[in-house]
């Protein structure tokens, strides 16, 4: 079965440089979760769409911005990047309306800011 | 504000041990509660639980939410190398209509079966 597609696997910036993370959602999910989980951490929840719509926000910096376009991949794009950045990023997708319906992640982007 | 806790936060046993993982939570806007096993990378989902009382079951994996002392467990029988992971639980919160929301994950207990 298709699962959560995340690009790229692996990406290594420098401070104050800009990054942009995409996910490609289970065919047929409508709604995307976007998690960040630092070193030795639980995953953060830091925000979501559902049909294009930001549906919620959770600890998401101000230098990040994330969009769902209409084939419903989501990308969130970092910039002015600094070290407590360096953390994997997960995407999770789900199919909002359907009762009992959990979220699946993707494998996640490993981010790296020297 | 939101929480959700897990204990033990790591755990060592042998294999064929039976082991007993806990989640406890104080979310608003409560929908689901659910377990994911995470290997290095992404979280595997296990169960999402609903309903108070009705266990569910996968194999030697079994779960079980109590929505009135706001807990659940993750059980685990007869364990094997292959289940050491970390296991989140995580709760389902969601302001509005819809049936998904944000997930508020605890901190994970790192199970360790050794041989």
């Known amino acids: 079965a298709a699962g959560v597609i995340q690009s790229p696997r692996h990406l290594i910036k420098e401070k104050r440089e800009t990054a942009t993370l995409k996910c490609y959602p289970i065919?047929?999910?409508?709604?995307v979760y976007w998690y960040q989980q630092g070193p030795g951490q639980d995953p953060q929840f830091l925000i979501s769409?559902?049909?294009?719509?930001?549906?919620d926000k959770g600890s998401i910096p101000d230098r990040f911005s994330a969009q769902q376009f209409s084939d419903y991949h989501s990308e969130l794009n970092m910039s002015s990047l600094e070290l407590g950045d360096s953390a994997l990023y997960f995407c999770?997708?789900?199919?909002?309306?359907?009762?009992?319906?959990?979220?699946?992640f993707g494998d996640g982007t490993r981010l790296s800011i020297l | 504000e939101d929480k959700v806790v897990q204990s033990p936060l790591s755990l060592v046993v042998h294999e064929g041990d039976t082991v007993t993982l806990n989640c406890s939570y104080e979310?608003?806007?409560?929908?689901?509660l659910l377990w994911y096993k995470q290997e290095k990378k992404a979280p595997t989902f296990l169960f999402m639980l609903?309903?108070?009382?009705i266990e569910k079951k996968s194999g030697r994996l079994s779960s079980i939410l109590d929505k009135k002392e706001l807990f659940s467990i993750l059980n685990i029988t007869a364990t094997q190398t292959g289940d050491s992971a970390v296991y989140l639980c995580a709760v389902g919160s969601l302001r509005g209509s819809g049936n998904t929301g944000k997930l508020i994950f605890g901190q994970g207990t790192t199970l360790q079966v050794k041989p």
């Open positions: 609903t309903s108070s009382g």
């Open positions: 769409f559902y049909e294009k719509m930001q549906s």
């Open positions: 999770a997708s789900s199919l909002r309306d359907r009762v009992n319906q959990p979220q699946h």
């Open positions: 065919p047929r999910h409508d709604t």
């Open positions: 979310v608003t806007n409560f929908r689901s």
